[in-house]
């Protein structure tokens, strides 16, 4: 193992896709074209015109261009619709942005730290935050009421860290947008259904290693106006997140691979069955829990009522993570007795460790 070269814990991820692990495990044929294509020349122009192209084929976008991660993908989209065309903004953009107009529309529910904070992937392009609405809820006509002409772009973040509740939806501000000639930009980093996201923005960023699980990159898909905006900036503050070739080639195999990709429901399921002698513990119980936008995923969630157990769901979680193996679970409910266990990710034998490790701390106390 390479990892053990360097002294880094093992890790079984058992969270889903997460950035602080590494995000997802590379498939080999995926590996093969970052091979190939870091050890060949080639015309960086040519290529990150014809892979835009080639993306924007993949996923019926009038056009696209790959950038090093959906975070960057924020960045260089705002800056994009603030100076436009306008080739002085995009050299002095931090000298310019205060004479153009920069406002990007958000819910407040929306502006979240998905390991950084949205915000802040504005701010870097020079954008000023106007959230909207409240912590508990977003009106679509306060969205509208926001609009004014220093308003560059409405932005809709798609995520599990979101406020899900009070929301407008993405079809009721896609209306909003189009009426007011917004810009509408999506960040669906995480998400599967891309066809979805491009139909119903502008401008869709994805990241190219969460669901597409190629290397670390990014997408953004949409009108071939926008998309030349972004281009423009790698002259600009889009050299300090320059996507390697290495990485361009990769991604372009992880979206050829995606598209022949099979529903693997039956797998995970049958993965999950292991996880049923938790049930034997007292204050445990097992349940399948479906994704929360209704993805062909699966997920156990194991319910750890505390005021029987040992140990309470948060503690449970923090042992796991602090073993000799880290074991990741997806924990974002365990401060009200839960958290889940994805198996997309897992490795052989993980999910038997996974079990004994549960075993382990709760204390073998059983019904
Ligand atoms: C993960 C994530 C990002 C950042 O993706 P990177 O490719 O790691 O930069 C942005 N937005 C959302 C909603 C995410 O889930």
Known sequence: ?????????????ASGRMSILGVSTIHDSVVDAMKTGAQQYIEMEQL??????????????????IVNSASSGIVLSIAGLIAKDNRY?????????????????????????????????VNLAGGKVKEV???????????????TSETVAILYIVSNHCVKKGMPTLAEVKEVATK???????????????????ENSDLAIFSGSKALEGPTSG????????????????????????????????????????????DTSAE?????????????????????QQDESGRAIYRGRIHIDG????????????MLKNGEVAIYTRDYLANIGSFDIDTRPLQQGDMEMIVERVQAILGGETK
Do not use: W
């Open 219 to 262: 997408i953004v898909a949409g009108k071939k106006e926008y998309i030349s905006y972004i281009r423009a900036h790698g002259k600009g503050i889009g050299r300090a997140m320059k996507v390697g070739k290495e990485s361009i080639f990769g991604l372009l195999q992880a979206l050829e691979n995606y598209k022949e990709k099979t």
């Open 268 to 288: 995970q399921l049958k993965q999950l069955e292991k996880l049923n002698v938790l049930n034997e513990l007292t204050g445990v119980k097992v349940t399948v």
């Open 1 to 13: 193992m390479v990892s053990n070269k360097y002294g880094l814990k093992r890790v079984i991820n």
């Open 48 to 65: 990150v015109h014809k892979s835009g192209e080639v993306v924007a084929n993949y996923l019926g976008a009038e056009d696209a261009t």
């Open 89 to 121: 903004a995009v050299e002095k953009l931090y000298q310019s942005v205060h004479t153009l107009p920069n406002e990007v529309i958000m819910a407040k529910g929306h502006n979240v730290d998905y390991g950084a904070p949205v915000e802040t992937m």
């Open 180 to 198: 007011h000639s917004i810009p509408l930009i999506v960040d669906a980093a995480a998400e599967e259904d891309l066809h979805h996201y491009i």
């Open 307 to 318: 005021s029987v157990t040992k140990m309470n769901a948060l503690e449970v979680v923090h």
């Open 133 to 147: 609405g409240y912590a508990n809820g977003c009106k679509i006509e306060q969205i509208e009421a926001a609009i």
